[in-house]
């Protein structure tokens, strides 16, 4: 397969929301040392929506881990706008992922003694902040949330929590919003219904998203899906079809 160069140089670097330069993350030292990511270089579009695609192995989470600043590169450099991610020290970085990334993840991550009101809210509590006047109805109205503010976790269904983690996602009006396997634990119907969501929230709210999945019907909702084999980047679509990408995919599972 032939391999696809994204570095994101030259005069329109500095368009990119999320911007990954040369980025290696090696884990271990020695023999045994694992590369995970391989001099990777990637950009993301303020507005756009991005899958991110690979093998079991291929360095998909690593990749996302390392864009949202959950994972320091080995090497490289990760910028959000113009912010170089690996000059920050932890606290200013659990700072920016607090007020400027929002996360979706496919196990949810509620906390169950809260309402999904104040499960929403809580990256505005922990960042010191009061949500805007009507921001938090608005959201969950978009979402779907309207009339289940006041429930916990455990009163609502998966596709319900999920749509609350999104809300959550959105309340701090993130640059990027990076998504892991977001429809991985729910059923068809319900998977729908979340990558709609997302797809409005770049439509409609002009969000940028990134996500990482292993569903071809998923990365059909996105504009663009990058494909990552043995820690590299080796391909991309834009505009991609499910039957598409799963011919990539499974030349890219026989070829691992």
Do not use: W
């Amino acid at each position: 397969m032939r391999s696809r160069d994204t570095r994101p140089d030259g005069p329109a670097a500095g368009r990119y929301a999320v911007q990954l330069t040369d980025v290696t993350r090696r884990y271990g030292e020695g023999p045994a040392a694992v590369l995970a990511l391989d001099a990777v270089s990637a950009g993301f579009e303020p507005g756009t929506f991005t899958a991110v695609m690979g093998p079991s192995g291929s360095g998909k989470s690593t990749f996302l881990h390392c864009a949202a600043g959950l994972d320091r590169p080995t090497s490289g450099q990760v910028r959000l706008g113009p912010q170089e991610l690996s000059a920050l020290r932890e606290r200013r970085l659990t700072e920016l992922r607090r007020t400027r990334i929002g996360f979706v993840f496919q196990a949810f991550n509620l906390l169950p003694s809260l309402t999904a009101e104040q499960n929403i809210t809580l990256p505005l509590r922990l960042a010191g902040r009061r949500p805007e006047a009507g921001r938090v109805e608005d959201i969950a109205h978009a979402v779907g949330l309207g009339d289940l503010l006041a429930r916990r976790p455990s009163q609502l269904s998966g596709g319900q929590q999920q749509r609350v983690a999104i809300a959550r996602a959105l309340v701090t009006r993130p640059e990027v919003i990076f998504a892991d396997e977001p429809t991985g634990a729910l059923d068809p119907e319900s998977a729908r219904d979340v990558l709609g969501l997302l797809r409005r929230a770049v439509t409609d709210l002009h969000q940028t998203v990134v996500m990482v999945t292993h569903d071809p019907t998923a990365a059909a909702h996105t504009d663009r899906a990058v494909f990552l084999s043995a820690g590299r980047i080796v391909d991309e679509l834009t505009s991609p079809g499910a039957d598409r990408v799963a011919d990539l995919l499974s030349g890219l599972r026989r070829a691992a």
